[in-house]
């Protein structure tokens, strides 16, 4: 069984910055990508950034040059700092791993953490 537990969502003034983490616990022997969605009320879940065991990084437009996606594969973990925040970031946003393997030839599934919630407003 793998977990995704999440931290560092909060309310947060514009301008102001955050960090998340977001631990992968369980027997996981390799996760291919991790990644951060987002979810506002009355819209559907997008990407706002994602990173491969290997470095590799994307990101949503509307976050470019203002969110950083970075990864500890060690500690299957991984952060998203997000500075000079709009109130148009406000949404739950959700942990996610890709392609996760439990074993060298085991089948690969993808999991969801719980989501946190990231409110931007004065």
């Known amino acids: 069984q793998v977990q995704l537990v999440e931290s560092g969502g909060g309310l947060v003034q514009p301008g102001g910055s955050l960090r998340l983490s977001c631990a992968a616990s369980?027997?996981?022997?390799?996760?291919?990508?991790m990644g951060w969605y987002r979810q506002a009320p009355g819209k559907q879940r997008e990407l706002v950034a994602g990173i491969t065991s290997g470095g590799s990084t994307r990101y949503a437009d509307s976050v470019e040059g203002r969110f950083t996606i970075s990864r500890d594969n060690a500690k299957n973990t991984v952060y998203l700092q997000m500075n000079s925040l709009k109130p148009e970031d406000t949404a739950v946003y959700y942990c996610?791993?890709?392609?996760?393997?439990?074993?060298?030839?085991?089948?690969?599934?993808?999991?969801w953490g719980q989501g946190t919630q990231v409110t931007v407003s004065s």
């Open positions: 369980g027997s996981i022997f390799s996760i291919y990508a």
């Open positions: 996610n791993a890709d392609r996760v393997r439990l074993c060298v030839s085991c089948t690969e599934y993808k999991y």
